[in-house]
């Protein structure tokens, strides 16, 4: 991969300055806890205003809306698997998060998009094997497309970070 279009850094994902951050929102797509609600707070009633215009989304599908007060200028929201022991296609619905979220960001023309552990959370997916899927699944896509021009994970928390590390040294 090209070391250049993929970016580690540590800390909040309301607070980074880039064409779109993903949010990883659930089914409703009107709000939640964890990243989903720092993003909800931070963005301004706006966003869930907009949200409620979308009807949902599946699990592993992704729908983009305006950043508005968040530095970001978009949130594409997406909808991670729940871990439920790796038996219910949770890599494969994982791994289509991915895809559908850097998808949208070609087509919107989105040239720096900030990712959070999708599934990572609340929905309890490991954190080593979702960052494998990150990893993979933003490389194969590089490769093939010159939109998004630069991919940053954000990693929230220590351990995290030198997961994603470890992932990028390679
Ligand atoms: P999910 O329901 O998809 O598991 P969560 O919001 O519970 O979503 O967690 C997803 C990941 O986002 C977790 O790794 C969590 O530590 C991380 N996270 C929570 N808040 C933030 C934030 N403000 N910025 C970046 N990452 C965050």
């Not at 580690?8 to 990883?24: R, W």
Request: hydrophobic share 40%; charged share 20%.
């Amino acid at each position: 991969m090209n070391k250049q279009r993929v970016e580690l850094i540590k800390g909040d994902i309301t607070s980074v300055e880039v064409d779109a951050i993903v949010n990883a929102a659930n089914n409703s797509l009107l709000g939640g806890g964890g990243v989903d609600g720092a993003i909800h707070i931070a963005a301004g009633p706006e966003l869930l205003t907009e949200c409620e215009s979308l009807n949902g989304c599946e699990t592993g599908q992704s729908k983009i809306t305006k950043g508005y007060r968040l530095k970001a200028k978009h949130v594409i929201h997406t909808v991670g698997p729940v871990w439920c022991g790796g038996y219910r296609d949770e890599h494969t619905l994982l791994a289509s998060c991915y895809q559908t979220c850097l998808a949208l960001a070609k087509i919107n023309r989105i040239k720096t998009i900030a990712f959070p552990g999708i599934s990572t959370g609340i929905y309890g997916f490991p954190k080593d094997m979702a960052a494998l899927i990150a990893v993979t699944e933003t490389k194969r896509f590089l490769s093939k497309n010159s939109l998004p021009e630069k991919v940053i994970f954000v990693a929230y928390g220590d351990e995290n970070f030198e997961t994603y590390r470890k992932l990028l040294d390679q």
